[in-house]
């Protein structure tokens, strides 16, 4: 049996939603993208959503609208992809890693040690679909003492006077904290809609605004949408019409606006997210647990508590005292069933570009012991029960293969 790692969603929906954008003589952004940003308001509950053509555009936008420069520090957890501090990166600031807790959210009192006078913002990062503490992390940024050592050099950053929390929500359309929709937890919220993602439009992103109430949500709004149009004053959609030829451009804006053809996809996938798409999700999820629950040999990745749900992006698998050296094995008789697997993440420090700049994964101990036990087994609605007991066994033969024979 051939089991891919995460095919996106295509029905006949999607393809008549695409059909139809072919059709209609418009392809870049217009009324796809509006219509899939209010379909992002009304899952989510926020008012105001700003679609883009990937998590990084969006995560670079929101730090260049913040003011965010050189000699500015943002705080990430130092298990992420990439993407989360190369934004920073970008922006010419420095990116603060700090350590994550074991059920791979962020560590607060290590945010906590890591603010300094320098910090404009703390980007939490939504592991699996699993959200942060944003209850710990929103009353840290606005603790008296956090706001007096806050340096403001920007309008906004004036505005806010305050710490802003980016929400990395990459993973976690659809979870939930505390009866709230992953989107308005903090100031700003970015999904992507990544081909591998929950709702997927081929690339992009999603840009939703939850700012206080120094801000105008709505103006906010019209000036990122002129951000992701190289700040001209005018889409080529309006641009377009009789008439409409005359326009400015009033900023250096950037080029990362979604088109139609892509918001057509992730249109036609988020109508049935709720009632479908995420219920064949939990169902595969379950169905895991209830497999790998059976074996003290696994530490099973946390779907719910209390206080927050999640939305099933990733099934985190995790092996009890083993190396990193045997989970490599493991993954790789695994591979050999035909089953795709994969692991979330490498910690940044691991990778060259950080390594080079001194990060070092010795300071990231958590983050290294995740890491090193992780496997992510195959999630999605296509799955069938049948392929998930096959991957159940194909994990479980290879483990006790792999064990057995370095015993
Ligand atoms: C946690 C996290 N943040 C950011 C990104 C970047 O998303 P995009 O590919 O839409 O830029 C990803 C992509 O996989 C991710 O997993």
């Known amino acids: 049996m051939k089991v891919p790692f995460s095919p996106p969603f295509i029905d006949q929906d999607v393809i008549n939603e695409v059909l139809s954008t072919l059709e209609s003589g418009w392809i870049t952004s217009g009324p796809k993208v509006k219509a899939l940003e209010e379909e992002v308001c009304k899952l989510t509950s926020v008012s105001h959503t700003v679609c883009v053509n990937s998590w990084t555009s969006g995560a670079i936008l929101v ?15 130092a298990y992420t992809y990439s993407a989360t501090a190369l934004a920073v990166i970008h922006c010419g600031a420095t990116p603060v890693m700090v350590d994550i807790n074991e059920d791979f959210t962020v560590d607060t009192s290590k945010i906590e040690q890591a603010i300094t006078n320098k910090t404009k913002v703390i980007m939490p990062v939504d592991i699996a679909g699993w959200p942060c503490d944003y209850d710990a992390i929103n009353e840290l940024v606005n603790a008296p003492s956090r706001i007096k ?14 710490i802003l929390v980016i929400s990395d929500a990459a993973h976690s ?7 709230l929709q992953s989107g308005n937890l903090t100031d700003i919220t970015i999904f992507s809609f990544h081909a591998v993602k929950n709702i997927t439009t081929a690339e992009g992103g999603a840009i939703c605004l939850n700012l206080p109430e120094s ?12 951000f992701t149009l190289n700040g001209q004053n005018k889409d080529a959609f309006t641009k377009s019409q009789a008439g409409g030829w005359k326009y400015d451009i009033l900023f250096a804006g950037l080029k990362v606006n979604m088109p139609d053809i892509c918001a057509a996809i992730g249109l036609a996938q988020i109508r049935k997210y709720n009632d479908l798409l995420l219920v064949e999700r939990e169902r595969v999820a379950r169905r895991y647990q209830n497999f790998f629950s059976q074996y003290s040999f696994f530490q099973l990745p946390i779907l719910e508590d209390k206080e927050r749900k999640s939305c099933f992006h990733l099934y985190a698998l995790r092996i009890n005292s083993i ?3 045997k989970r490599d094995l493991i993954i790789e008789s695994v591979t050999k069933t035909g089953v795709s697997v994969n692991v979330h993440f490498i910690p940044m420090p691991m990778l060259t570009v950080f390594k080079d700049r001194g990060y070092k994964i010795e300071d990231f101990p958590i983050a290294y012991d995740n890491y090193s036990r992780e496997i992510s087994l195959p999630i999605y609605p296509q799955l069938t029960d049948d392929e998930v007991d096959y991957i159940c066994t194909a994990i479980l033969t290879s483990y006790k293969k792999v064990i057995q024979s370095n015993d």
């Not at 730090?63 to 957890?77: H, N, Q, R, S």
């Not at 050592?149 to 305050?162: C, T």
């Open 173 to 179: 359309i659809g979870a939930t904290y505390k009866g």
């Open 323 to 325: 190396s990193e050296e």
């Open 215 to 226: 801000f105008n949500n709505d103006e906010e709004y019209k000036l990122m949408k002129l």
């Open 63 to 77: 730090l260049k609208w913040f003011g965010v420069k050189e000699g500015d520090e943002v705080i990430v957890p």
């Open 149 to 162: 050592v806050f340096n403001p050099e920007s309008e906004k950053q004036k505005q806010l006077g305050r």
